[in-house]
């Protein structure tokens, strides 16, 4: 009997009780390699960050003596002011802003009124339209600003902002008409259709219905071509002929001096301003940013 008892083959439920435990711990060994990697993702992410703001409070002495991973041996703190103001990053930060802020409002509205003309709106050629823009997205910048830059001497818009306002929003604007296009799949054009017949012009049903209904749209793609026009060199340092109009980042080659003597120690306090203003903008609007990535994909 005994023996019977012993040989007797292990009933379905022990069975499966096994398979269970068999696939928890792999679930459990899974999650800890998951840990592992996100872990490491993020020190390669994080740690330059920390690096580029402990060498900003570096001297020039203990920056190029001392070991790059060392912690500064005099906390430099007047770097982040002599950034500032000998440096003029101030200055720099403010034709920033200037040259960026009417360039995305106008790439924001033309973008989106196109977006809307060409999915919502039923017109003849909307398709070949569609296309150029398409064939403006592949178009390098390099091959325009030769030409560019001798129309704005001609109309004499030299020594101002103004090349840069539309070089900017000429260059955004592709991108810009094609991901919003993207958007306005996702509209039902019955709504439009519904507001025509309550006698709503084309004018009302694009400000009061179709703006509103893209609006993390809206905020997405802003703030996309807000980190290609900021972070721009090539433009920027094509059409600044004076220093008082350099952006931040051809402002940026300031610090380095005659024979090629450069202040690193105000140089990284610059590029930590310009790197962690930024950063803060695109974590404090990151979920809207995700959630209109998102609303894109999935057409309604």
Same mark, same amino acid.
């Given at each position: 009997?005994?023996?019977?008892?012993?040989?007797?083959?292990?009933?379905?439920?022990?069975?499966?009780?096994?398979?269970?435990?068999?696939?928890?711990?792999?679930?459990?060994?899974?999650?800890?390699? @998951?840990?592992?990697?996100?872990?490491?993702?993020?020190?390669?992410?994080?740690?330059?960050?920390?690096?580029?703001?402990?060498?900003?409070?570096?001297?020039?002495?203990?920056?190029?003596?001392?070991?790059?991973?060392?912690?500064?041996? +005099?906390?430099?703190? #007047?770097?982040?002011?002599?950034?500032? +103001?000998?440096?003029?990053?101030?200055?720099?930060?403010?034709?920033?802003?200037?040259?960026?802020?009417? *360039?995305?409002?106008?790439?924001?509205?033309?973008?989106?009124?196109?977006?809307?003309?060409?999915?919502?709106? %039923?017109?003849?050629?909307?398709?070949? $339209?569609?296309?150029?823009?398409?064939?403006?997205?592949?178009?390098?910048?390099?091959? @325009?600003?030769?030409?560019?830059?001798?129309?704005?001497?001609?109309?004499?818009?030299?020594?101002?902002?103004?090349?840069?306002?539309?070089?900017?929003?000429? +260059?955004?604007?592709?991108?810009?008409?094609?991901?919003?296009? +993207?958007?306005?799949?996702?509209?039902?054009?019955?709504?439009?259709? *519904?507001?025509?017949?309550?006698?709503?012009?084309?004018?009302?049903?694009?400000?009061?219905?179709?703006?509103?209904?893209?609006? !993390?749209?809206?905020? $997405?793609?802003?703030?996309?071509?807000?980190?290609?026009?900021? !972070?721009?060199?090539?433009?920027?340092?094509?059409?600044?002929?004076?220093?008082?109009?350099?952006?931040?980042?051809?402002?940026?080659?300031?610090?380095?001096?005659?024979?090629? *003597?450069?202040?690193?120690?105000?140089?990284? *306090?610059?590029?930590?301003? !310009? %790197?962690?203003?930024?950063?803060?903008?695109?974590?404090?609007?990151?979920?809207?940013?995700?959630? #209109?990535? $998102?609303?894109?994909? %999935?057409?309604?």
């Amino acid at each position: 009997m005994a023996i019977e008892t012993a040989l007797k083959p292990a009933s379905p439920g022990h069975r499966r009780t096994r398979h269970q435990n068999r696939n928890s711990v792999r679930k459990a060994s899974g999650r800890h390699w @998951i840990k592992i990697a996100v872990t490491f993702l993020l020190v390669i992410e994080v740690y330059p960050l920390i690096w580029m703001f402990l060498t900003s409070l570096k001297s020039n002495s203990d920056y190029l003596n001392n070991s790059t991973w060392s912690l500064p041996t +005099t906390w430099e703190w #007047g770097n982040y002011t002599e950034a500032w +103001t000998t440096g003029n990053i101030g200055l720099y930060v403010q034709n920033s802003l200037l040259a960026v802020v009417p *360039a995305l409002a106008l790439i924001l509205l033309l973008g989106t009124a196109a977006g809307f003309a060409l999915q919502i709106m %039923v017109w003849k050629g909307r398709s070949l $339209t569609l296309l150029v823009f398409l064939a403006g997205m592949m178009v390098p910048p390099q091959m @325009i600003l030769l030409p560019l830059f001798t129309v704005y001497f001609q109309a004499g818009l030299s020594g101002t902002l103004w090349p840069l306002i539309l070089t900017y929003t000429g +260059t955004g604007l592709p991108l810009t008409v094609f991901m919003m296009a +993207t958007y306005y799949r996702t509209v039902p054009r019955e709504l439009f259709e *519904a507001a025509t017949l309550d006698g709503a012009g084309i004018l009302r049903a694009f400000w009061t219905i179709s703006v509103p209904m893209v609006r !993390n749209a809206l905020l $997405t793609v802003g703030l996309v071509q807000f980190f290609f026009i900021w !972070n721009d060199l090539l433009i920027a340092l094509t059409f600044t002929n004076s220093q008082d109009l350099r952006t931040i980042q051809v402002g940026l080659l300031n610090f380095t001096g005659d024979f090629g *003597a450069t202040q690193y120690g105000p140089l990284f *306090a610059a590029i930590c301003i !310009n %790197v962690f203003g930024t950063l803060v903008i695109y974590l404090f609007l990151n979920q809207k940013v995700m959630k #209109g990535l $998102t609303s894109g994909a %999935v057409k309604g």
